[in-house]
């Protein structure tokens, strides 16, 4: 859940063409869309992808399936599901469980992360059915490195937003979970292209120092845990970092 959604929705204008990478659950897509911005959602990642087309072409479906298997009283099926859900031949039955499995995992991965029943709420389901994409649309880049994609969309857009979670240096990455949802971020290629400057960009990432440090020279605006701007990343859990 993302804390610097009003502040995002702040920065960037109202009529705004912005482009997402890396859409997973849709929250910041959806929250930009809903406020008057066309939002172009990028994934590299079929299964993603897969769900947000079902959910467009019929949400009540996703959600009915949803629901057969509400609720997942039993660890051992949850743990069972996260290992066959992309097995299943039906596309809608694979994305009513992408929906449950993400609400179900401690860190909503799909695929991985422990057992975790009370995250999930009914509202959900409600929520889902009233996703509008009118001012949202989907693509699924080609691109294994989403960094490619970026540089593919140069000029055509307002801003770019990434929502890059927690920095790593990308060190031993190889002993990390991954699943079919994950998408390999490289924090440095990305700083990187922050620093060419060419596009507008603002990332989202968890606040320490250690943003502070690396994007000293960027418009840094921090959030806390109740969506409030703060001076630093000492009362913060979010950062907005923008090269604007």
């Keep these: 859940e993302f804390k610097s959604l009003s502040l995002l929705n702040k920065l960037i204008p109202i009529n705004s063409v912005v482009h997402s990478f890396l859409m997973f659950d849709g929250e910041l897509e959806i929250s930009l869309s809903h406020g008057g911005r066309y939002v172009v959602g990028h994934t590299n990642k079929y299964v993603v992808y897969e769900f947000w087309r079902c959910v467009q072409e019929d949400a009540d479906r996703v959600a009915a399936l949803a629901e057969h298997f509400q609720p997942i ?8 599901l996260q290992e066959n859900w ?28 422990k057992f975790t029943p009370e995250r999930y709420r ?3 389901l409600v929520a889902l059915k009233r996703v509008e994409f009118n001012n949202l649309h989907l693509i699924l880049d080609k691109e294994d490195n989403f960094i ?16 890059m979670g927690a920095y790593s240096f990308n060190y031993l990455e ?9 998408t390999k971020v490289y924090h440095k290629e990305v700083h990187s292209l922050f620093k060419e400057g060419n596009t507008k960009m603002l990332l989202i ?10 994007y000293k020279d960027a418009n840094l605006r921090f959030v806390d845990k ?19």
Excluded at 90 to 112: C, E, K, M, T, V
Excluded at 226 to 244: K, L, M, Q, T
């Design 148 to 163: 490619e994609s970026i540089r593919n969309i140069h000029g055509q857009c307002d801003a770019v937003v990434i929502p």
């Design 226 to 244: 109740w969506g409030r701007e703060v001076p630093d990343s000492a009362a913060a859990v979010e950062v907005i970092v923008a090269n604007f």
């Design 73 to 80: 009283e039993s660890e051992n099926v949850f743990y069972l």
């Design 174 to 182: 190889e002993g990390k979970s991954e699943g079919f949802e994950d």
């Design 122 to 124: 009914p509202t959900d």
């Design 86 to 113: 992309p097995k299943y031949r039906d596309p809608y039955l694979r994305s009513a469980l992408f929906l449950l499995l993400n609400r179900y995992s401690d860190n909503g991965q799909i695929s991985y992360g």
């Design 205 to 214: 990432y968890k606040a320490t120092p250690m943003i502070e440090k690396i």
